[in-house]
């Protein structure tokens, strides 16, 4: 089996992080597959904001827990006041991925780009984990963040990657689901 289609395997959702800082050329070699994910009729309707910063993602997770304190779902409402929960998972490198507005299909082109990151990052030794969480924040405080994030006009953040070395042995994946596929010949 060749190296890519391992390293997809491989990959999982890492929520234990080192504090180690990803080194500059590895985040440059994930920022870059991400630039590369393909996209509806070559758009590449996405921007990507790294943050290193201690206080800039204390604040994220802050202002992301209170509102799902709030949230309907008992899940989320518990996530939101749990003490030790932290939307990163104390990653010391977040990269929050942002969408043009008025692009054909920004979500699914955004979500390519993001895993083209998660697969990179894999295939470097790095850690990493899609947060959703986040976009309660950008739902309801978007317009603060877009300018804070310095996003071009007519961009808004959706999501973000947690980035870091793994505090945590490797994790093996679940059984997949049966009856997933089809074949028509």
Request: glycine residues 4%.
């Amino acid at each position: 089996m060749n190296q890519t289609i391992q390293d997809i395997l491989k990959r999982r959702s890492i929520r234990a992080f080192q504090k180690r800082l990803v080194p500059e050329d590895d985040l440059s070699a994930i920022l870059e597959a991400g630039l590369y994910a393909p996209s509806a009729v070559n758009e590449q309707p996405w921007h990507f904001t790294v943050i290193q910063n201690k206080d800039m993602l204390a604040e994220l997770n802050v202002k992301t827990k209170d509102l799902l304190k709030k949230h309907p779902n008992p899940l989320f409402r518990n996530s939101g006041k749990d003490q030790e929960y932290n939307i990163f998972y104390h990653a010391p490198t977040v990269i929050i991925v942002s969408s043009q507005d008025d692009a054909l299909v920004p979500q699914i082109d955004c979500a390519v780009a993001t895993e083209n990151m998660l697969i990179a990052a894999q295939s470097l030794g790095i850690a990493s984990c899609w947060i959703g969480n986040v976009k309660w924040l950008f739902e309801t405080a978007g317009d603060e963040y877009k300018t804070r994030f310095k996003l071009p006009q007519g961009y808004t953040p959706s999501h973000g990657v947690s980035l870091g070395y793994s505090a945590i042995p490797a994790v093996q994946a679940p059984p997949r689901k049966g009856n997933a596929i089809n074949y028509i010949k």
